[in-house]
């Protein structure tokens, strides 16, 4: 696997993309190579800058996010992700050292300070990650991300869109 800020396997058809981001090279690499491993195509960056940049250029079916950063940390990185019409359809994994109480609490706080116009993360995930956590969490982000997309996509035909 390549160190540098972003990875890129072949595609296996029905797994998905995923972008990791995380500031601690050997936990993007781990994280990558669960997914890789599991069939899923990655990729990855090293802070909220460099993921926001990836994510426009790559669209991920999910982001596998590290709170703590440097630059542009977890939190404004998932605010412009959801803010951003192309990206707000990809899913959110948190994976932090922040427990998940204290995590919840924080984004309950930019929350409040956005308008409420903050939505939910997908699934939250406590560091160390286990693999197989990992892999729970994405494929149940993923199975509901795909039921909405379904979803929307049957709303759009029966407008006759």
């Known amino acids: 696997m390549k160190a540098g800020a972003g990875h890129d396997t072949g595609h296996t058809p029905g797994r998905g993309r995923v972008l990791v981001v995380d500031d601690e090279m050997h936990l993007r690499l781990y994280i990558a190579a669960v997914f890789e491993t599991a069939g899923y195509e990655t990729a990855m960056a090293r802070d909220g800058d460099e993921g926001f940049r990836k994510a426009s250029e790559w669209k991920p079916d999910l982001v596998s996010l590290d709170l703590m950063m440097p630059n542009q940390g977890g939190i404004r990185l998932f605010q412009r992700l959801k803010a951003d019409e192309e990206l707000k359809r990809a899913g959110v994994l948190v994976v932090s050292a922040i427990g998940g109480e204290a995590f919840r609490h924080s984004l309950s706080l930019v929350r409040t300070g956005s308008g409420g116009l903050l939505p939910d993360v997908d699934g939250y995930v406590e560091k160390p990650p286990a693999p197989e956590a990992l892999l729970r969490e994405a494929a ?22």
Not at 143 to 161: F, H, I, S
């Open 140 to 161: 149940r982000i993923l199975e509901a991300r795909g039921a909405q997309a379904e979803g929307t996509l049957a709303q759009d035909v029966d407008a006759g869109l």
